[in-house]
């Protein structure tokens, strides 16, 4: 149980990768629209990794097409969320790495690393406070 908590707080924080919505339970990330997600996704993208207006448009695109196919996967139960959100995850990074070049791809997997490593912290302190 504690596995595919933590499994799913990683494709959330994932897919996400918002900053202004990573104090939230995950459970309220999921209760965004996808457009809100695709939104957040951009800005942090835009600033993080200095993306031109031009990249902004493709990048823009990009989020909001792959934030509404996770959101049947969020809505769905946590086992289709694990088998499917990775194949959804990584032929997004495929698409982003086309529009980035390879440091900015770099920094974006960097972000993507750090905030899975954030999120599996919390669920193991939440674990440990909440045994069952």
Do not use: H
């Not at 959330?12 to 999921?30: E, G, K, L, N």
């Not at 049947?72 to 086992?79: C, D, R």
């Not at 982003?96 to 791809?105: E, I, S």
């Amino acid at each position: 149980m504690r596995r595919q908590w933590v499994s799913r707080m990683m494709v959330v924080a994932a897919v996400c990768m918002a900053a202004p919505v990573w104090s939230q339970d995950p459970a309220q990330i999921a209760q965004l629209t996808p457009s809100v997600r695709a939104a957040l996704q951009t800005e942090v993208m835009v600033r993080k990794l200095s993306l031109s207006p031009e990249q902004r448009t493709q990048v823009e695109a990009i989020n909001l097409k792959y934030a509404n196919q996770m959101q049947p996967l969020l809505e769905g139960s946590k086992w289709t969320l694990m088998r499917q959100a990775k194949t959804v995850d990584e032929a997004k990074d495929g698409e982003l790495r086309a529009v980035l070049n390879p440091q900015q791809f770099d920094g974006y997997l960097a972000a993507k690393d750090e905030i899975r490593d954030k999120m599996k912290q919390k669920a193991l302190a939440n674990a440990a406070a909440n045994p069952s």
